[in-house]
C-alpha cells in the first residue's frame, strides 16, 4: 500500500467530508433539512469528475515512451506539486473562514429560490479537493506501482468518510488545528518528494543539468528497490544516488513552503463592526433621500 497516498485521500477526503457535514448542519438549523439530494448529487458528481480525471492522465501516460514519458511523467509531477503547495497555502491561510462561507453561499441559494444552486455549493467544492487528490495520486502513482496507490487512496477515502460520518451523526469532535498542521508538514514532505522526481524526470531527459550526478550512494544499505526503501521513497522521495540538483530542489521547497506556512503572519487589525442600529439609520436616511432606490437587505431579510 502506498502510505502516502493513504495520507493524502484522508486529509483531502476528510476536508470533503468536513464540508459536507457544514452543509448539513447549517441546513438542519435553518429547518431546510430536506434539501439534502442536491448536496449529495453535487458531491457525488464531483467524486466521478475527480476519478475520471485520474483515470484520463493514466491512460495518456501509458501511450508515450521515452523520452516523451519522461517528459509527461515531470510535467505532471511538477503541476501535482504546485497544486498541492497552493492548496496547503489556502488552507493555512483560509481554513477559519470556510464554515462563514459555505453558510453565506447557501443563503444566496435559498435566497434565490433555487435549491438546486447547493448542488454548485457542493460540487465545487469538493471537486477542487478531488482533482487536486487525482494529480497528486497520479504522480505518485508513477514512483510507486498502480495498484499500491489505488489501494492507499481507497484506504483514505474509506478513512475519512467514516470519520465525517462519526463527526455528524455521533457528534465526534476533532481537534481541526492540530490535525491540520500535523498533516500539512506530512504534504509538504509528500510536495518535496514528487518535485524531487520531476527534477529526476527533467534530468533523465536532458531538461536539467544534475550538477553532480551522484552525491552518495546508500544502496548497499538500502536499495531503493527493497520493501522499506519502497515505502520511504513514496513517503520521503528516498534514493540511493541523488543529483545535487535534486537535493536542491527538495531541501529548497521545504524550506520555502515550511516558510510559508508555518512562518509569521502579519495580524491586521480588522475595522470595528458597525451596530445594526447604525445600519438601519442609514439605510432608512438613504430610502428618505431617494424614495424610488430599492430596498437594501439588512442581516438578510429586506
Given at each position: 500500500m502506498n502510505l502516502a497516498a493513504a495520507v493524502l485521500t484522508f486529509r483531502e477526503g476528510l476536508e470533503a467530508a468536513l464540508i459536507i457535514v457544514i452543509i448539513f448542519g447549517y441546513l438542519k438549523k435553518v429547518g431546510r433539512g430536506d434539501h439534502?439530494?442536491?448536496?449529495?448529487?453535487?458531491?457525488?458528481?464531483?467524486?466521478?469528475?475527480?476519478?475520471?480525471f485520474s483515470v484520463t492522465l493514466q491512460l495518456i501516460g501509458a501511450q508515450f515512451d521515452y523520452p516523451?514519458?519522461?517528459?509527461?511523467?515531470?510535467?505532471?509531477?511538477?503541476?501535482?506539486?504546485?497544486?498541492?503547495?497552493?492548496?496547503?497555502?489556502?488552507?493555512?491561510?483560509?481554513?477559519?473562514?470556510?464554515?462563514?462561507?459555505?453558510?453565506?453561499s447557501i443563503r444566496e441559494s435559498f435566497a434565490k429560490g433555487a435549491s438546486w444552486g447547493l448542488f454548485t455549493v457542493a460540487f465545487v467544492t469538493v471537486a477542487r479537493e478531488g482533482v487536486e487528490t487525482a494529480l497528486f495520486l497520479s504522480a505518485s502513482a508513477f514512483q510507486s506501482s498502480g495498484t499500491a496507490t489505488v489501494i492507499g487512496g481507497i484506504v483514505g477515502i474509506a478513512a475519512s468518510v467514516l470519520v465525517g460520518w462519526a463527526v455528524y451523526v455521533v457528534g465526534v469532535r476533532l481537534n481541526m488545528k492540530a490535525f491540520f498542521k500535523f498533516t500539512s508538514v506530512l504534504l509538504l514532505v509528500f510536495g518535496a518528494a514528487i518535485l524531487r522526481y520531476a527534477?529526476?524526470?527533467?534530468?533523465?531527459?536532458?531538461w536539467l543539468p544534475p550538477?553532480?550526478?551522484?552525491?552518495?550512494?546508500t544502496g548497499q544499505w538500502l536499495p531503493a528497490?527493497?520493501?522499506?526503501?519502497?515505502?520511504?521513497?513514496?513517503l520521503i522521495g528516498y534514493t540511493s544516488k541523488p543529483s545535487l540538483m535534486q537535493l536542491i530542489g527538495y531541501f529548497s521547497y521545504l524550506m520555502i513552503m515550511g516558510f510559508l506556512v508555518f512562518g509569521p503572519t502579519r495580524k491586521v487589525q480588522a475595522p470595528a463592526p458597525v451596530p445594526v442600529e447604525a445600519q438601519v439609520q442609514s439605510e432608512l436616511s438613504t430610502e428618505k433621500a431617494n424614495p424610488h432606490?430599492?430596498?437594501?437587505?439588512?442581516?438578510?431579510?429586506?
Open positions: 439534502w439530494l442536491p448536496v449529495w448529487a453535487g458531491a457525488l458528481s464531483a467524486a466521478g469528475l475527480a476519478i475520471l516523451a514519458k519522461g517528459i509527461y511523467e515531470g510535467v505532471t509531477s511538477l503541476l501535482a506539486v504546485g497544486m498541492l503547495s497552493y492548496m496547503i497555502y489556502w488552507m493555512s491561510k483560509q481554513a477559519r473562514y470556510i464554515k462563514g462561507s459555505l453558510e453565506q527534477i529526476h524526470e527533467f534530468e533523465e531527459v536532458n550538477l553532480v550526478a551522484q552525491v552518495w550512494d528497490g527493497s520493501p522499506l526503501g519502497s515505502v520511504l521513497q513514496a432606490a430599492a430596498p437594501v437587505e439588512v442581516g438578510g431579510a429586506r
